[in-house]
């Protein structure tokens, strides 16, 4: 796993343009979120999803770069002061902290676009083919567009300081993390030739612990406010903002996130191929602490 | 002419997601500001240059509307109140005067993104195949990014406020709006498989008219502020920025606006068929009023 990710950081370094003294700001700013200690999940899933389907990790390496550009871009822009006003990110300033708003909003748009540039690349095209390319990065656009990720995000502004319900939370997830999710998960299949069968059980799994991580990471807040910071559940901060643990509860929420993750590994019955270390990804998302 | 506006038009609103009822605001400001007045001066060219090459307009309409969603994306970008703070864009507010600035951010990331999704649609596959959808998208992508439109926001901001020489001003206008016209042409070319001989021949004019263009815009800014605003040339206000006007003077813009104009409409003999719409269009680009 450090082998892949260590592959995927060095691969993500070389698609970034070369300074040349007139733009050297924005690739400064595109750099620094890109290389500020991501966990690597998507293209992880792209290049495993590849693997289990025949395929060559190497040339799906493009594609996984394109989703990590996209996951990259997105954490900019929300964090803008217009956005979730956040000045720190995995324990790093955040890139408007950094670079000034302008910077993070022009990074934010150079990476989004990169993504696009990578998965045509002359690159992408010589390991993949013309038909690959275009079908993953219409995929991508559409999982990261108005319907898909952007359109989570604007569910979730639109949330905000409101109290909504379990399905309400689900349509944004689905769309604010799944749509992405889905998309590293499809992608790696695209590469590999994978048939409808195969592409529909990536999507089910994709879903599931897509769902499986927000609901854990909802946990999380609860439990870690509770032991570090001693926020009582229920309290008024608390309340500002549904989640599934304020919807649902911890038990409920715990339950949930446990049957999402035996269906995710069920789903992978699909494939014939080795799906240990897709298993063991999701038993860990669901199982991970902050 | 107006018909072919007609069309673009048309086809613009086709390519924008339905409203669904959860992403209903994003949908509204992305289409506010692709309907708010623009010239399509962009999709014009890509349409103009299929034909010249022997293609069919339909078949570059898709990729013409990805061209001017990237336009348009960068305006409501450009116009935020961390960039150059606009409140007002071809006499209507901007669009996070109408939206607010979350809304605006989004609706640009959702045109960037669908600019990808058109150019990669089934549609545009049908019409021009795969290898053409990856070779526009790829050149668009580049033209768009850090090394093109974006890299000319950069040095446009880090010239803001300082005296900068002609060269400069030359590469910022190649990068911020240069890029995009060449990407407008190349498209056109690529849909219509033109020749590498003719896809040179339309970088030339597209370079040509691009920097007549902004060196014109820059005279009108002198002369309308002269004409209604009684700014006179010189004046602290003016001197702020560095301009083609300010570097060279009215007269000496004025022959090297001409040159460029002759300069591009010469390039046009490089194709056997009937350039006389795109000869029009880079004179009426020089001779055009505000």
Avoid at 178 to 187: F, T
Avoid at 199 to 207: R, W
Avoid at 270 to 278: I, K, M, P, R, Y
């Amino acid at each position: 796993m450090t082998d892949r990710i260590a592959l995927i950081e060095q691969a993500l370094s070389g698609f970034l343009p070369e300074k040349d003294g007139d733009i050297d700001t924005v690739i400064d700013s595109m750099n620094y979120s890109l290389t500020a200690g991501g966990k690597r999940v998507r293209p992880v899933l792209t290049l495993e999803f590849a693997k289990l389907c025949g395929g060559e990790e190497k040339n799906a390496l493009p594609f996984a770069c394109a989703v990590e550009m996209i996951h990259t871009y997105s954490l900019i822009h929300d964090d803008l002061p217009c956005m979730d006003d956040d000045d720190m990110r995995r324990g790093k300033p955040t890139n408007h902290k950094v670079f000034g708003e302008a910077q993070a909003v022009l990074g934010g748009d150079a990476l989004l676009t990169l993504a696009f540039e990578t998965i045509l690349s002359e690159n992408a095209l010589k390991l993949n083919g013309a038909e690959k390319c275009v079908k993953a990065g219409r995929i991508l656009a559409e999982c990261a567009g108005a319907e898909g990720m952007i359109g989570g995000q604007i569910i979730d502004i639109e949330s905000e300081e409101m109290s909504v319900g379990v399905d309400r939370l689900r349509i944004m997830d689905r769309k604010k993390t799944g749509a992405l999710i889905k998309a590293a998960c499809l992608l790696g299949c695209i590469s590999a030739g994978a048939d409808e069968k195969q592409m529909k059980a990536a999507e089910c799994y994709a879903e599931k612990i897509g769902l499986a991580f927000q609901i854990v990471d909802d946990m999380l807040d609860v439990t870690s406010d509770e032991t570090t910071l001693g926020k009582p559940i229920g309290s008024d901060e608390q309340n500002k903002k549904s989640t599934y643990v304020s919807c649902l509860g911890l038990d409920e929420c715990r339950r949930i996130a446990d049957e999402l993750t035996k269906n995710a590994i069920k789903s992978l019955d699909a494939f014939s191929g080795d799906t240990c270390e897709l298993r063991i990804f999701a038993e860990k998302l669901r199982d991970r602490n902050k």
